[in-house]
C-alpha cells in the first residue's frame, strides 16, 4: 500500500502563485507515476499533471501547460506542483494521485490518491 498525504493548498490572488506538495510513504519503490488531479465545485474531476517516478517524464493538461510545474523528490519521496499565473478557475480541490502504471490522464489509471486540498483563487 501507498499513503499520500497533500500540503500547501489556500487562498491567492489572481496572478499569483502556489506550491502544493504531496508525501508518498509505504510501498513507494512500487511506483512508476505520481501526478495531480483537480475537481471543481459542480464540475467533474480533470487531470492536470503528472511525472514518472524514474526518469522524471511529464504531462500536462492543455489548460495549465506554460503554468504549472511538476517535479519529484526521489530522495524525499515527494511531489511537488508549482502553480503560477493563477486564475479563478484554477479553484479546485487538488488531488495528488499515484500508480504502479505509466502516466494516463485517465483518473482509473491510479490506484492511490490523497485526502486533497484545497485551492481558491480569489479575482
Known amino acids: 500500500q501507498v499513503q499520500l498525504v497533500e500540503s500547501g493548498g489556500g487562498l491567492v490572488q489572481a496572478g499569483g502563485s502556489l506550491r502544493l506538495d504531496c508525501a508518498a510513504s509505504g510501498r513507494t519503490f512500487t511506483l512508476y507515476a505520481m501526478g495531480w488531479f483537480r475537481q471543481a465545485p459542480g464540475k467533474e474531476r480533470e487531470f492536470v499533471a503528472a511525472?514518472?517516478?524514474?526518469?522524471?517524464?511529464?504531462s500536462y493538461a492543455d489548460s495549465v501547460k506554460g503554468r504549472f510545474t511538476i517535479s519529484r523528490d526521489n530522495a524525499k519521496n515527494t511531489v511537488s506542483l508549482q502553480m503560477t499565473s493563477l486564475k479563478p478557475e484554477d479553484t479546485a480541490v487538488y488531488y495528488c494521485?499515484?500508480?504502479?502504471?505509466?502516466?494516463?490522464?485517465?483518473?482509473?489509471?491510479?490506484?492511490?490518491w490523497g485526502q486533497g486540498t484545497q485551492v481558491t483563487v480569489s479575482s
Open positions: 511525472i514518472t517516478w524514474i526518469g522524471g517524464g511529464t
Open positions: 494521485v499515484a500508480d504502479r502504471r505509466p502516466i494516463t490522464p485517465l483518473g482509473s489509471g491510479y490506484a492511490y
